[in-house]
């Protein structure tokens, strides 16, 4: 690794995106999903480094698989990050019946992180999260108008869960996104837009593995199969 390469401290890194003069933007960037796989961070070993242009990253897991590239985003890491074709963007938990002030902290990190990734010239699609009415400025301001975001529905038990829907509407009119990935089970408000062709729902961790079992069968990539539909 060269020696001139080097990052700012963490929290110097933080400072770069900063809210003290309002919601950094998320910019619209061109992703193409044909021929792409899909891996979480904490299964990265498996995938050979001349192959991880690929692969788009998940960070859809627990906090502490992925906190070390927020609190500790040393140059290595974000080479690792620089790696792959694409990311999804950090997956920080928020949390409907918990304290306020820390689902704002994690939705700040999920769009900082973004927001820094994109300013290194990474493509990361913003991963969309609220957890009442009172994040959706937060959530979906300064997004520019036809970018890819992506949601997570994995936690989601019911099909038509209240506060989910509540947002989702909002989230479109306000972010007016290209394409919503949704990871984890449709729910009932996606139904329409998956038929458009708006929502394509990505792998869970148990549909990856399926996935490359289909591969080795000598059968279509899950998103091929999807934008040939």
């Known amino acids: 690794m060269s020696q ?3 990052l700012p401290a963490p929290v110097q890194w933080e400072r770069r995106v900063s809210f003290k003069k309002g919601i950094p933007w998320i910019r619209k960037q061109r992703i193409d999903f044909h021929g792409k796989k899909f891996v979480l961070i904490n299964e990265i070993s498996k995938i050979p480094l001349n192959e991880r242009k690929n692969y788009i990253l998940l960070f859809f897991t627990r906090d502490s698989d992925f906190n070390a590239f927020y609190k500790d985003l040393t140059q290595e890491r974000l080479e690792i990050l620089q790696g792959f074709y694409a990311i999804v963007g950090l997956d920080f938990s928020t949390h409907p019946d918990g304290d306020h002030d820390e689902n704002v ?3 700040k990190k999920n769009r900082r992180f973004c927001t820094f990734c994109q ?3 990474i493509l990361c699609i913003y991963n969309v999260v609220w957890s009442s009415k009172d994040d959706y400025k937060l959530s979906f301001s300064n997004v520019e108008k036809g970018a890819v975001v992506a949601l997570s529905t994995y936690r989601i038990s019911a099909p038509n869960d209240k506060l989910f829907r509540d947002g989702y509407e ?6 007016r996104p290209s394409v919503i990935l949704c990871y984890g089970n449709l729910q009932a408000c996606m139904e329409q837009d998956e038929k458009s062709g708006l929502v394509i729902r990505i792998p869970t961790r148990f549909r990856i593995v399926k996935q490359e079992q289909f591969e080795k069968a000598g ?5 091929d199969l999807l934008l040939t539909a």
């Open 4 to 6: 001139n390469k080097v």
């Open 105 to 107: 902290v994690a939705i």
């Open 119 to 121: 300013q290194q010239d």
């Open 170 to 175: 909002p989230m479109k009119r306000r972010i």
């Open 219 to 223: 059968q279509y990539s899950f998103i």
